[in-house]
């Protein structure tokens, strides 16, 4: 396992600590000088706040380490491509360097809708690497939304059988259907 590999595992570590709370699994950690000072995961819908990404969960605790809003020298090691708010936090924080697990689409900054980590108007660009234990993080992700759908499905199919079961001494249990949504 190289070292980029083993500090991806971490990374992929913490997001299995999203995944614990039902939170769309992402996780990084952020390293200098060869050492883990900050983790962080997806926390959105525990915190019910949309700053509560993994990536801006440890930028705050690294900041906090070093006394210091620069990271430089550091590099964070993160299971997903960066949103375009996490990337332009990386952007600001000075950062070295992203290394990346699985791309994202829809959604990436860091190449994929944009590459706001690697622009030439910015004062300061990121070096970025990407596709670190690429088929892990990325089945991770799927991993979630295909239980995730099955899951509701079971739901639902649940519901109908209390509905069909329901009589007027036993009426049909009332689910709410939608807690993951
Ligand atoms: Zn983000």
Redo the contacts with the bound molecule.
């Keep these: 396992m190289t070292e980029q590999e083993r500090f991806m595992k971490e990374a992929v570590r913490q997001a299995k600590k999203a995944r614990a709370l039902m939170e769309v699994p992402i996780g990084c950690v952020i390293v200098s000088e060869g050492k883990i000072i900050a983790r962080g995961y997806n926390r959105r819908n525990t915190d019910k706040n949309t700053l509560s990404?993994?990536?801006?969960n440890a930028i705050k605790k690294a900041s906090k380490k070093l006394g210091d809003w620069r990271l430089e020298g550091c590099t964070m090691y993160v299971t997903l491509e960066?949103?375009?708010?996490?990337?332009g936090a990386l952007v600001q924080s000075r950062i070295d360097e992203v290394v990346i697990g699985s791309m994202n689409p829809k959604a990436g900054c860091a190449g994929s809708v944009l590459n706001l980590l690697e622009m030439d108007g910015f004062n300061h660009k990121v070096k970025v690497t990407r596709g670190v234990l690429e088929e892990e993080c990325s089945s991770m992700l799927s991993d979630f939304f295909r239980e995730l759908r099955e899951e509701k499905k079971r739901k639902k199919k649940e519901e109908k059988k209390d509905t069909l079961s329901g009589t007027e001494d036993d009426p049909p249990r009332k689910t709410t259907g939608n807690e993951f949504s």
């Design positions: 990404h993994a990536e801006l960066p949103c375009q708010m996490c990337a």
